[in-house]
């Protein structure tokens, strides 16, 4: 028996885009690679011919692409989140380096990156580190250029 995938959280603003996504490979993309894949053969021996290796490669990514949405979309969690007053999934957290800096970062899979914030996977080490942390709490991970402590300044609940 195959354990069902672990659930994906989703933020509602998230969860649209990568359905706009599917929805546009499953018909324009399957239809524009049909295409593609079309014109490479008129060019003659596909044994030999680049242009059709490259678009059935193309074509091939994305199906793959195709399926990972398939299975994200069926296996999400799609909520907003709730003020906690502790980071969890779907928080903003604004924290504080050792020399005063401050950084703000959403704490959620990679599915829910959004254009001008900073990322941090719960399954990364600076997320594992946050989860759980509340206002004023110093988090300490490790990472490939050494140990990073922050202080936890600020926690709020993300909102597209």
Same mark, same amino acid.
């Given at each position: 028996?195959?354990?069902?995938?672990?659930?994906?959280?989703? @933020?509602? @603003?998230?969860?649209?885009?990568?359905?706009?996504?599917?929805?546009?490979?499953? $018909?324009?993309?399957?239809?524009?690679?049909?295409?593609?894949? #079309?014109?490479?053969?008129?060019?003659?021996? !596909?044994?030999?011919? #680049?242009?059709?290796? #490259?678009?059935?490669?193309?074509?091939?990514?994305?199906?793959?692409?195709?399926?990972?949405?398939?299975? !994200?979309?069926?296996?999400?969690?799609?909520?907003?989140?709730?003020?906690? @007053?502790?980071? #969890? *999934?779907?928080?903003? *957290?604004?924290?504080?380096?050792?020399?005063?800096?401050?950084? /703000?970062?959403? *704490?959620?899979?990679?599915?829910?990156?959004? @254009?001008?914030?900073?990322?941090?996977?719960?399954?990364?080490?600076? =997320?594992?580190?946050?989860? =759980?942390?509340?206002? =004023?709490?110093?988090?300490?991970?490790? +990472?490939?250029?050494?140990?990073? $402590?922050?202080?936890?300044? +600020?926690?709020?609940?993300? /909102?597209?």
């Amino acid at each position: 028996m195959i354990d069902s995938p672990e659930p994906t959280w989703l @933020s509602p @603003s998230a969860a649209l885009k990568l359905q706009e996504e599917y929805d546009r490979l499953t $018909t324009v993309g399957r239809i524009e690679a049909t295409e593609r894949i #079309a014109e490479a053969r008129s060019h003659g021996d !596909i044994r030999e011919n #680049a242009d059709y290796d #490259a678009a059935k490669n193309e074509q091939g990514f994305m199906e793959a692409r195709i399926r990972k949405l398939r299975q !994200i979309l069926d296996t999400a969690e799609i909520r907003e989140v709730t003020d906690t @007053s502790r980071v #969890a *999934v779907g928080c903003l *957290v604004t924290v504080r380096g050792e020399g005063g800096d401050e950084m /703000e970062f959403l *704490v959620a899979p990679q599915e829910n990156k959004v @254009s001008g914030l900073l990322l941090a996977s719960p399954s990364s080490p600076l =997320g594992a580190a946050l989860m =759980g942390a509340a206002v =004023g709490d110093r988090v300490d991970y490790e +990472a490939p250029g050494g140990t990073f $402590t922050y202080e936890i300044a +600020a926690i709020r609940p993300y /909102e597209a």
